[in-house]
């Protein structure tokens, strides 16, 4: 053993085998099942699903890993909410193991194992998204496992590790490009710190090599498609329905999304990392998460991007309480333990479909309508996006049926069924087989793609449209029926127009529909 190498951390058999982690892990994952049926299926669910059934390398606006786990959820569980929410369950309680763990190995005690586990169950943030059977329930789980990673290469002394990490930034491009950010950082907190050494390892091109096996049949996807995820971003980012936030506001919505009584134990963390003499083989894990948060921060992303880097703060943070209370100020702990569970208590409610529509209208209320998550600038509804997302897409469907049904049998076979958005398309497609619909197409994500299939465009049930645009290009556009849930987004009320006769015919128009 050279001079220079760390000690990994002496633990008792109790903090080994911390039941009270398991108990907290247990708790998150039937947290989320227990709810997983109380409202309906969400927007980008229905998405993935759809995506499931055109399995591919790529897609417009995400990697192929969550259509693959989606796919494997419908032929092994089947299509019902429980589940498909199953896996992001399950991934909420690994996240609480790892987030553990990370503590233990930086040097924390049973009590900071504990708090830094028991930090992720009142996250608004992760009951929102470990919610729902999408990327965003396992982004934060390959982060935190990564820089687990990177935090035991470091107290073993063992390059090996590096396989590891490359194994998960690999897996973690073919969930979200996003952590790609986090590859960034890892390298340039390395590079602060006399830990740079083991930037030096042939492990590191074994582990770069590994990396880019398995991200590239996505980037060769991507490549041929002249990299369309660019364009969506470029997109979306021009459309207005983004929340751009300045530096301060940014920084208060973390505050927010990740529980205004949790801020504190973050910044105590990452300050620990980044100061603390004890921290100092770890310092490299304090330059990377603060580079994650300033980049982020720098380029206006979504006030949700950050949450993966949440785990090793909390860790972080765990020590330093624990530190701290040793002694003196032993009563600090039960205390702020019973203050974490009742902000989380009284959260929830807010953020999971925990209470019946009614009664959850009621709660906001007595909260003057305070949403501790927004994710897109929309007008408001009566509920927040993320539960209005999961109403009204059979209603659409059923009312779509009763507009089909209107149309001679003789022309059904050539009637395609256009929506203006993913959403509206990946519901009928979902719900449509239980009313006789055939499959939809649309000009918009990946459903562009896919494209018109036969249709010509001389009989369409449009979904999602004003009318306008329709007028310039079909002989005849006529209101045959409505769309209207009281819960869903007011953008999701509409009427749907039967047009007829497109000029020019929809194979020649599909290239110019393109909304991505």
């Known amino acids: 053993m050279q001079p220079d190498e760390i000690n990994p951390p002496q633990h008792s058999s109790a903090e080994k085998h911390n039941s009270l982690v398991w108990i907290l892990a247990v708790s998150a994952v039937l947290l989320h099942l227990l709810t997983a049926n109380r409202y309906g299926i969400f927007r980008d669910e229905l998405y993935y699903i759809a995506c499931a059934r055109h399995l591919a390398f790529g897609y417009v606006d995400h990697p192929p890993l969550i259509a693959l786990t989606t796919w494997a959820v419908l032929h092994s569980l089947g299509s019902s909410l429980l589940a498909l929410r199953l896996l992001p369950a ?67 002394q063992k390059p090996c590790y590096w396989i590891v990490i490359g194994a998960l930034i690999g897996l973690g491009l073919e ?48 490549a041929h498609h002249n990299f369309p995820f660019l364009e969506f971003e470029r997109n979306s980012r021009a459309s207005g329905s983004r929340i751009l936030r300045g530096p301060i506001s940014f920084l208060a919505d973390q505050a927010l999304i990740m529980n205004p009584l949790l801020a504190p134990l973050a910044l105590a963390g990452i300050l620990w990392l980044l100061r603390a003499k004890s921290a100092r083989p770890f310092r490299f894990a304090g330059w990377a998460a603060l580079f994650v948060i300033t980049s982020l921060l720098a380029i206006q992303a979504k006030n949700y991007y950050v949450t993966p880097i949440y785990p090793i703060l909390f860790a972080a943070g765990a020590i330093t309480f624990e530190r701290i209370t040793a002694v003196n100020f032993r009563w600090a702990r039960p205390m702020y333990v019973s203050l974490a569970l009742i902000s989380g208590l009284a959260l929830a409610p807010l953020v999971m479909p925990i209470l019946s529509v009614p009664r959850f209208l009621a709660y906001q209320r007595a909260w003057h309508g305070f949403t501790p998550v927004r994710f897109e600038a929309l007008p408001a509804d009566p509920l927040p996006q993320y539960f209005s997302d999961e109403f009204g897409w059979e209603d659409m469907a059923r009312s779509t049926a009763q507009a089909y049904a209107q149309i001679p049998q003789p022309e059904r076979a050539h009637t395609a069924i256009f929506a203006n958005n993913y959403g509206e398309a990946a519901a009928i497609d979902f719900f449509g087989p239980r009313y006789g619909l055939p499959p939809s197409i649309s000009k918009n994500e990946t459903y562009w793609l896919w494209g018109p299939r036969n249709y010509t465009g001389a009989t369409v049930p449009v979904l999602g449209s004003n009318g306008k645009g329709d007028r310039r290009h079909f002989k005849s556009v006529d209101p045959v029926g409505r769309v209207e849930n009281p819960y869903n987004r007011a953008n999701e009320h509409f009427q749907i127009f039967l047009c007829r006769d497109l000029s020019p015919d929809l194979q020649t128009l599909w290239p110019q529909l393109k909304a991505w």
């Open 90 to 156: 399950l991934a909420s309680g690994a996240l609480v193991c790892i987030t553990a763990q990370i503590s233990r190995d930086l040097g924390g005690g049973r009590f900071a194992q504990t708090l830094a586990a028991l930090a992720i169950l009142p996250v608004p943030i992760y009951l929102i998204l470990d919610h729902w059977l999408t990327m965003n329930a396992f982004e934060p789980l390959l982060w935190s496992a990564a820089l687990w990673a990177a935090i035991r290469l470091v107290q073993r």
């Open 175 to 222: 969930n979200k490009y996003s952590i790609a950010l986090l590859a960034v950082a890892l390298v340039l907190g390395l590079l602060l710190t006399p830990e740079r050494r083991w930037l030096k390892s042939w492990w590191v091109a074994a582990a770069v090599a590994l990396a880019l096996v398995l991200f590239l049949p996505n980037l060769l996807w991507l």
